[in-house]
């Protein structure tokens, strides 16, 4: 098989590895199996939420935000949108566009947005080194009954 084939399977091969990595990861804060998350995040990884104010590094503590919101919101609907997945050897980025409609103490926020991971590849499996989150679209209004 020419090189140029074999490339080309192995990049999509890694592209359907990470979309399917997002959606299990997707599910797991959604379903409230916040340990699960553990095992798709490197030991070192970098959080830093919208607007680059601040950084969070560390499993355990990047773990602890998806629980956090768990306690704090109540998600009525998440959306995701199709990834866009680029990959260059053992690292591979992935933009996943989202909506969701949350209640937050006594607030509906309406958002979109997109999720940046990025990934890096360790002993076979894909694993998050960095997360960032823009959210351009936003509204809130009073929860209603």
């Known amino acids: 098989m020419p090189a140029a084939v074999r490339g080309r399977r192995t990049y999509d091969s890694a592209v359907m590895t990470v979309e399917e990595t ?3 990861l997707n599910r797991s804060w959604l379903e409230g ?3 699960d998350l553990a095992g ?3 030991p070192d990884v970098v959080f830093v939420p919208p607007g680059f104010t601040a950084r969070l590094a560390g499993r355990e503590a990047c773990v602890q935000t998806y629980r956090d919101f768990g306690a704090a919101a109540t998600v009525r609907e998440f ?7 680029d990959v260059w050897g053992d690292t591979a980025v992935a933009a996943c566009p989202f909506s969701i409609v949350y209640e937050l ?3 509906t ?8 991971l990025v990934f890096a590849r360790e002993a076979g499996a894909w694993l998050v080194v960095y997360r960032s989150m823009t959210s351009p679209e936003s509204t809130a209004a009073p929860a209603t009954p």
């Open 33 to 35: 199996r916040y340990e």
């Open 105 to 107: 103490a006594g607030t």
């Open 40 to 42: 798709y995040f490197h």
């Open 109 to 116: 926020y309406h958002e979109r947005g997109v999720d940046l």
């Open 22 to 24: 997002v959606a299990a």
């Open 79 to 85: 959306t995701p949108a199709p990834p866009q997945v």
